[in-house]
């Protein structure tokens, strides 16, 4: 099974414009790939189905503006693969 | 159908968490209907795929309980059938295919007499505050009208 890096991965390059090469463990989905606002929903939308979770988009966005969370502790790629990780572990209990 | 004022479904026959049927009477006569087309009058493919997201979204608006907003911001796919013209009964219904954070999915489509119009494919919609407080109050008031809630939940 690949990594949820991984999937992550090729779900951003399939969903948006973005070549797979340019995906980084270090790459900000916003400032260093370009993801706007519309394509991270289409992103949200194929990691819910593919993990079969729900990715709290909104509180995550909400802390980010309130400033409780930086913003790279959910969008860098290895911290938004390993937030997946957690949500998926979370649900099997 | 009040075409010009972008009021597509009628009247709600039935609704529940995850699906709704409405119904929906073309105008025999509307401006629309005056350049769309002269001698040939169509309802526009955009104003059927106005009408499965305003199906979608009232749906949607139910199970939100009217304290949010869906707003239509993508589809995957849309079939556009048979050309739909004044006087037409149409059967509109939407099915709630995700709902994430922030957003819902739904498969939507229309039939009339039994007969297959349109459907449209993962219709995608931002869900966010109401942006002003009598849009909220209009949703609400249009959902009585319609049948969609009871005058008391309101």
């Given at each position: 099974m690949a990594s949820a890096?991984?999937?992550i991965a090729d779900i951003i390059a399939e969903t948006s414009d973005v070549p797979r090469e340019n995906i980084k463990p270090e790459s900000?989905?916003?400032?260093?790939?370009g993801i706007d606002s519309l394509d991270f929903l289409d992103i949200v939308f194929a990691i819910d189905k593919a993990f079969g979770i729900k990715v709290p988009v909104e509180?995550?966005?909400q802390e980010v503006n309130s400033g409780t969370a930086p913003a790279g502790q959910y969008f860098v790629m290895e911290n938004l693969a390993k937030r997946i990780e957690e949500l998926v572990a979370a649900k099997a209990g | 159908m009040r075409l010009e004022y972008f009021q597509m479904i009628d009247k709600v026959l039935s609704v529940d968490a995850e699906s709704i049927l409405a119904e929906a009477t073309v105008p025999l006569a509307s401006p629309v209907?005056?350049?769309h087309f002269p001698g040939h009058p169509l309802v526009p493919g955009v104003l059927?795929?106005?009408t499965m997201a305003q199906a979608s979204g009232h749906m949607l608006m139910k199970r939100l309980g009217?304290?949010?907003m869906p707003f239509l911001i993508g589809s995957r796919e849309t079939k556009l059938r048979s050309f739909v013209g004044p006087g037409m009964v149409l059967n509109v219904t939407a099915r709630l295919v995700h709902e994430g954070s922030g957003f819902a999915v739904t498969d939507a489509a229309i039939t009339s007499a039994?007969?297959?119009i349109c459907e449209v494919r993962e219709m995608k919609f931002?869900?966010?505050d109401f942006p002003a407080p009598e849009l909220q109050a209009a949703m609400r008031a249009q959902a009585v009208r319609m049948g969609l809630i009871e005058d008391r939940e309101a």
């Open positions: 890096f991984e999937r900000h989905v916003i400032e260093d790939l509180s995550w966005t | 209907f005056e350049g059927l795929v106005e009217f304290a949010r039994g007969k297959r931002s869900i966010q």
